[in-house]
């Protein structure tokens, strides 16, 4: 695609330049600004990457931890300890709440755990594999930590690799679209305007030309009424006519080549 389709539709003037050269400027200045973003998401997002790898590998030994201690408790306390758990448990005493924090514009949502209440399960296993219930509901709160991180995270890395994609492609708009159109459309005005001030020098110097020779013939008009004046007096006065008269006026214009001086 090039001429008109890689141009502005513009009028050529001179106010119109001064415009198309203000965004260009704005254009470059926030091409620069979202380049530096997408430089910045991009490193965010790369530390975010290495966090996920190493929390889902940690993720697995920390949940084979927890089976195996759940295994513990339910081979010492015996099978009915998931009910004895559930009756001395009344509220939840681990819960999620969310934030938001600001990466170079980009609000990414944050999961965070936080403990509300103790719950009071001192007496949970009292009769038979209190410790081994204690260490599961241990393994268990470690694994829910793991796992708020972790969706923390992944939901982080989706935000980012969408507010990378919509980024790069405003900045491969501004630099393949917008700035190659402005700047076609600021060498197309020049052009014009400079083609204007051909015009008009040539308009000028043909305007002077014709001025110059009116002046001429006005000259040679009004030299040559005096010089009718000139032989008309001659004629008068010597009582001959006026081509006798032009021709001895002619005479003593003429120079005699003969003579040097």
Request: hydrophobic residues 40%; glycine residues 4%; positive net charge.
């Amino acid at each position: 695609m090039s001429g008109q389709s890689q141009r502005l539709n513009v009028v050529p003037t001179v106010t119109m330049l001064g415009v198309v050269k203000a965004r260009l400027v704005g254009a470059t200045r926030g091409h620069a600004l979202l380049k530096k973003k997408s430089d910045a998401l991009t490193v965010q997002f790369r530390q975010i990457l290495k966090k996920i790898v190493s929390t889902k590998e940690s993720m697995g030994d920390i949940m084979k931890t927890s089976s195996f201690a759940l295994t513990e408790a339910k081979y010492v306390a015996g099978e009915n300890i998931k009910h004895i758990v559930l009756e001395n448990v009344q509220n939840a005493s681990l819960k999620v709440r969310s934030r938001q924090e600001n990466v170079a514009g980009v609000k990414l949502p944050k999961f965070e755990y936080f403990t509300e209440s103790e719950t009071k399960n001192d007496l949970t296993g009292l009769a038979r594999g209190g410790q081994q219930v204690q260490a599961c509901r241990a393994a268990y709160v470690k694994a829910i930590e793991v796992l708020v991180e972790l969706a923390s995270l992944q939901t982080s890395f989706l935000t980012l690799d969408e507010a990378i994609k919509t980024t790069n492609r405003r900045v491969n708009a501004l630099e393949n679209v917008v700035k190659p159109r402005l700047e076609n459309t600021i060498n197309y005005i020049k052009g014009e305007l400079d083609e204007l001030e051909r015009e008009d020098f040539f308009r000028l110097k043909k305007i002077q030309g014709y001025k110059k020779r009116e002046i001429e013939r006005q000259m040679a008009a009004a030299k040559q009424f005096a010089e009718d004046q000139i032989m008309e007096k001659v004629s008068l006065q010597r009582g001959i006519s006026i081509n006798s008269a032009h021709n001895m006026l002619s005479a003593a214009t003429q120079k005699d080549e003969d003579i040097i001086f």
